[in-house]
C-alpha cells in the first residue's frame, strides 16, 4: 500500500463532496488508481476523457505513481 495525495476539481469535486484527501492504494499506474476512485465514488467520467497531473507536472495514465505523490485528475471543463 502507498499513501498518495489527490486534488479534486469540476465534476469530480462535486461527486466526492471533498476537493482534496490523503489515500492509500495498491494502485501501479495513475489509471489503476482512477478506477479505483471510479468504483469507490461512482465517478461519471470514463478514464479517457481525463488528463492526470503528478507532482505538478502532465503524466500520461500509464504513469506509475509513488508513496507520497500528489495526483491531480482534471476533467475536461467548459468555459466562456
Do not use: C, W
Not at 499513501?3 to 476539481?9: A, M, N
Not at 489509471?31 to 476523457?49: C, H, I, M, N, Q
Amino acid at each position: 500500500m502507498k499513501k498518495v495525495k489527490l486534488q479534486y476539481f469540476a465534476i469530480l469535486r462535486d461527486h466526492r463532496g471533498e476537493s482534496t484527501e490523503t489515500l492509500e492504494t495498491e494502485a501501479n499506474s495513475a489509471g489503476e488508481l482512477y478506477e479505483e476512485l471510479k468504483a469507490k465514488y461512482s465517478f461519471p467520467l470514463s478514464v479517457d476523457r481525463l488528463q492526470v497531473a503528478i507532482n505538478e507536472e502532465f503524466a500520461g495514465m500509464d504513469q506509475e505513481i509513488q508513496e507520497n505523490d500528489e495526483i491531480v485528475f482534471i476533467p475536461p471543463v467548459a468555459g466562456g
